[in-house]
């Protein structure tokens, strides 16, 4: 390769380095088109019986998005689209507010007692299922079931104690709670398992980690020094 090509592919990269940092910083002309162009449609095709306004905020550099401020009513929700393309839907504000918050603390108690029940051969510690439901779309008594249906599917964090417990058992436990799962029929985006331990006057400390989502097939677990 001549010096002429080396140069021009040097210069090709730097260019392309900088316009990625700024990217990353201000964001770019045709990225907020496309992101408000991604807004708008967004708020039609999710509620088409509704009223919005689309206004157009600034690139924010924590997000890695441009912030939108949806209306309806006089009522302002904040909206993140981000993606180069600007075609993501980072956060409906929207959708946010409309969250049945108390259904959802009931239910996930619920789901959580369940899958403790499920899962009572091993030594479990705590469980925390989270789930989201919109306000009135279920009656006031509904109780969780694995027929019920939230926006998604739930996610659960399960914490085992570690005591005397070995690398291997702890695995099996793992391959374990997703078998049973799978028996179940539990609709689930993602399950996480940590075994910790408590010394005394210490915080419980983390030795065993892993997760995993109803397609994956093996099961990697990380082990940290007690």
Avoid: C
């Avoid at 990353?24 to 708020?43: C, D, E, I, R």
């Avoid at 929207?94 to 603390?105: Q, S, V």
């Avoid at 419980?204 to 995993?212: D, E, I, Q, R, S």
Wanted: net charge negative; glycine share 6%; charged share 20%.
């Amino acid at each position: 390769m001549n010096k002429k090509w080396f140069k021009i592919i040097a210069i090709s990269a730097i260019i392309t380095f900088g316009l990625g940092i700024y990217n990353a910083f201000f964001g770019n002309p045709f990225s907020k088109v496309l992101a408000t162009t991604t807004a708008t449609h967004y708020v039609e095709a999710t509620y088409p019986n509704e009223a919005i306004t689309i206004t157009a905020q600034a690139h924010d550099i924590t997000t890695g998005g441009y912030n939108f401020t949806a209306t309806i009513d006089g009522q302002a929700y904040p909206m993140v689209i981000g993606g180069f393309w600007g075609n993501k839907i980072k956060r409906d504000g929207i959708y946010e507010a409309r969250l049945d918050e108390p259904m959802m603390t009931k239910l996930g108690a619920e789901a959580s007692q369940q899958i403790g029940d499920w899962l009572s051969a091993m030594p479990v510690k705590h469980i925390e299922t989270y789930l989201e439901v919109t306000k009135g779309e279920h009656e006031p008594h509904t109780t969780w079931s694995v027929d019920f249906e939230p926006n998604h599917p739930l996610v659960a964090f399960i914490t085992l104690d570690a005591s005397a417990m070995t690398l291997e058992q702890y695995t099996q436990f793992a391959e374990d709670a997703k078998a049973e799962m799978a028996k179940q029929k539990l609709s689930y985006e993602y399950i996480s398992l940590t075994a910790e331990v408590n010394k005394k006057g210490e915080e419980p400390h983390v030795v065993y980690a892993t997760g995993f989502s109803p397609i994956d097939e093996k099961i990697k677990v990380k082990k940290f020094e007690s």
